[in-house]
């Protein structure tokens, strides 16, 4: 079965979220345990900025958990920037957690957060953090032009997060939130060579993941209060909305992190938020802090990854899509 | 405790390695499941070469277990390309099996070995493959210069092998060769910044996760008939060497698999082999090969990883390095 159930034992002790000034602009502006309206993070360069943004919020969340970042026995971390580097550099200074570096594009916060789940809730670890980030500067320099030419956005383009999150997870039965299962997904390749419509090439993905997640669990989607993918953006979402209705399966509960960090009618930020911290923000700044308060019970985090490179895009190839789900379940 | 003691029942149920003309070359010829004496693999580009190295190190590897692909539940994989994207295209042919992408430079063997082992020694996965890869010509591009430049090469660097591995575990309690304990790494920057000097920046970590290894069991070096790191190079072996020694601890049975893959005298390699496929390839071509055999009942396998980045090493950071550490068991 593609879907791990878990036993109940990975819980989450505590998480943070880091945004930049387009986030601080956002919806979700008052969800965030800090903000800057300095993109270099008192940095020199954007990368370095980027390896601030997961110390940060790395060190919120063990501050919120009572723990020490030493304390934390590994960390599953990782980035868009070539060879993780915002994660390694981030962590290099962390002389006492070990380090599992992922790359799952911006599907990382899913799958991080899965991999440490499975490792806490079968006891190897009695505790791990699960850490992913992004930078819009970083990354435009990494997968496309440099921002002083200007470039033309496309309407299915998305705008890479300034962002980051952290979650702490600890070997517990008390109560709480808990990851109950999780699903990890297969690469789904639709031909799509287009970097500015990630979103269509990652739809399918997400689409197979959610189906094989409610097909082994023999559930419908309204099991979930919410459903959220991160991050497809708009159009994307519209996508996986379709294919599920041409399947007869009303999903009413949906929504996606890209959609929902960036107000896409004031900010000008085309189909939505991406990149690594954009789903890993909205899932530490709104939907875990939202399912504390009770407002969500069970929800569903399906991260979506585009695994292409600019090498791969230079050189023609389509862009093969992921998504690993992991399911939350609030025992308050 | 850093090191994490499995129950016996991640085995190894088969593995496979692939390589190129300069490990034809080398003293491990003998030990490949395929050589190709094109660079290309019959692919367009170098890039395009590397997943093909995947692509048939994992079939073989199938076969050999007598799977088909789509039987196998997860892949782990990952690769030094930007993006990981020799190990995204490789695996966005198979569509049955879930991809779990990890990036730990050369470590990347020993990572997802140890991360495979767990999750199929708690029964989380019936079976999984770890599967890793380097192209030197991809490599050069990727992290150093054109090759056309043909650049002065350093007697500390590295020569990225072009090569495979693949090993798939299977949790099961049969007799075989299976992961007995597994150390993940902490990220230790002893700020060196020349990327032509990986294995003195990568050889401090090796020494660290080694000593906590021995530490955590309470055993000896030579609990074990071979300790390998891959790979740190003649260099980077001898700073290891030299590091237990100060502390009065002889390592008799120590090799890299930098040193193993070619012929420092004759092939032209300077401090020898590097690469995520050059530990993958000695640990899938020779080591589990001669374990089979009962040359060696107990093997440490320490991959190590230099995580920085052509554009890390541009902006004058230092190198972080990593190691993590594999414990196999033969009980044939």
Redo the contacts between chains.
Sequence with gaps: M?T?ILSGKARILAFAAVGGEMERDGPLSGCFDFLSDDQYFAQP?W??AESEIQRRTFSIACGKAGLSPSEV??VFA?D??????AS??A??E????????????CSTMA?SLG?AA??TD????GNAAAVTSSHFCAAER?FRLPLEYGGQRSKTSQWTATAGGAVILQSSDEPGIYVSSVT??????SGIKDPMNMGAAMAPAAYETLRSHFGDLSIEPDWYDLIVTGDLGDFGHSVVTELFAKDGIPLNNYNDCGRLIYDLETQDVCAGGSGCGCSAAVLCGYILREMTKGTFKRVLFAGTGA??????SA?G?SI?G?CHAVALVSSL
Excluded: V
């Design positions: 593609q791990k360069t990368e370095r026995e590994a990782g868009l920037q070539s060879q993780s580097t390694s550099f962590m290099a962390n002389n006492a957690s070990a380090y599992i570096g992922l790359y799952g594009a799958e991999l499975l490792l079968c006891g190897h670890f990494q990890f997904g297969r690469i789904r390749d695994l292409m490179s600019s090498t791969s050189q190839l093969p992921i």
